[in-house]
């Protein structure tokens, strides 16, 4: 079978079974609205070309987000829970925590501590 | 601060320390800092404006967390003014002023109709939690001290002092010690 995978400027991307792992590249990561939108496109098309079951997104390197980013996650869980499949953020840093608990999407979310 | 604004005929006010603000946050003179204003045009000049408040702030011996902050609160009225009052025409340049002291005060001007933040949805309440409105409003009110919107809801001004307890924690009766 031939991989579609193609090359990301924002993603780090490792597969392993019915899991997909995803990271931001680079060493800080600030998710503004503008960014937000970059690595939505690259995450939707990863998406697409992967049938695995769970996304797993490391948080680990990103310090900063907003509103934009957390509706564009609601919306990414939403359309993977609507096709069988789960999405899950792991190791937020503490702030970016505080921003999910802010809006309670805590509740909605699977927030994980640690990879895994 | 309330008090100020309220004459000024600003509505919505929202304070999480009521009574417990730092003064009046109008410092044209007597020395105190003066009000920084930014025009902004382009995602370019966004991030410029919110470096720039960030470092006063940085600058002026507040924490990481206040940074944070502001930052997050004056993105989020930013793009509300684009996306909201000009449709999301750069065309239409948004007015930022700031000060910062012992606390900050932002102020985020588009010249859109405006709204009324009355009748906007609660995005925490469970059948709204998918939806996609009213996060940012959110945001702005749970990280800063103060939010309140002018009459015609065109601008927001934003205030924060210190210190400040984390977002979402409850309020007691008569605001913190």
């Known amino acids: 079978m031939t991989s579609r995978r193609r090359a990301y400027k924002y993603l780090v991307v490792g597969e392993g079974g019915p899991v997909t792992q995803v990271r931001l590249a680079g060493g800080r990561v600030r998710l503004n609205e503008w960014v937000t939108h970059e690595v939505a496109g690259e995450l939707a098309d990863l998406v697409g070309g992967t049938e695995s079951h769970v996304l797993l997104l490391d948080l680990g390197n990103v310090e900063y987000l907003t509103s934009t980013t957390l509706g564009w996650l609601v919306g990414l869980h939403t359309r993977l829970r609507s096709a069988g499949r789960h999405l899950a953020l792991s190791r937020p840093q503490p702030q970016v925590r505080e921003v999910i608990e802010a809006t309670c999407l805590d509740r909605l979310l699977d927030v994980r501590p640690a990879l895994g | ?177």
């Open chain 2, 1 to 177: 601060v309330v008090n100020t604004l309220t004459a000024w005929g600003w509505s919505e006010v929202v304070c999480r320390r009521p009574g417990a603000c730092w003064g009046e946050p109008v410092p044209d003179g007597g020395g105190v800092a003066p009000w920084h204003q930014e025009v902004v045009r382009s995602p370019a000049d966004v991030g410029r404006a919110l470096d720039a408040i960030t470092a006063a702030v940085a600058g002026a011996g507040h924490t990481r967390k206040d940074a944070f902050a502001v930052r997050l609160a004056l993105e989020e009225a930013i793009v509300n003014a684009h996306k909201h009052g000009h449709r999301e025409d750069w065309g239409v340049p948004i007015a930022v002023r700031y000060w910062v002291g012992a606390g900050v005060v932002a102020q985020v001007e588009d010249q859109g109709p405006g709204f009324d933040p009355g009748q906007v949805p609660d995005p925490t309440a469970p059948e709204n939690l998918e939806r996609s409105t009213g996060r940012g409003l959110l945001l702005m009110r749970a990280y800063m001290t103060l939010v309140c919107h002018s009459r015609r809801g065109n601008c927001v001004c934003l205030c924060r002092d210190r210190p400040l307890a984390a977002p979402g924690a409850p309020v007691p009766p008569g605001g913190r010690p």
